[in-house]
């Protein structure tokens, strides 16, 4: 899980001071931080869709290599 961002009174106080650098490096960390918690939660989720596709698609009577490539093609389109 990841942990709630708080912003209590001493940080609010301390942002209001912020010169445009101060704001602008502190808005990157902030970011930053939330993507690197976003890349976490989506390595647990395993699978990529196109690769779920890719697994039907093979156990799928009928579909071939042409055909498959075709799906995967419209896929990525």
Do not use: Q
């Not at 647990?44 to 009928?62: A, C, F, Q, Y």
């Amino acid at each position: 899980m990841v942990k709630e961002y708080v912003c209590n009174r001493n940080l609010y106080k301390k942002i209001k001071k912020f010169d445009h650098k101060e704001m602008d490096e502190f808005l990157t960390k902030v970011y930053m931080e939330g993507w690197n918690n976003a890349l976490k939660e989506v390595e647990h989720i395993g699978e990529s869709p196109r690769e779920k596709l890719e697994k039907v698609l093979n156990k799928t009577k009928g579909v071939g290599p042409k055909l498959k490539a075709a799906i995967l093609n419209m896929w990525s389109e």
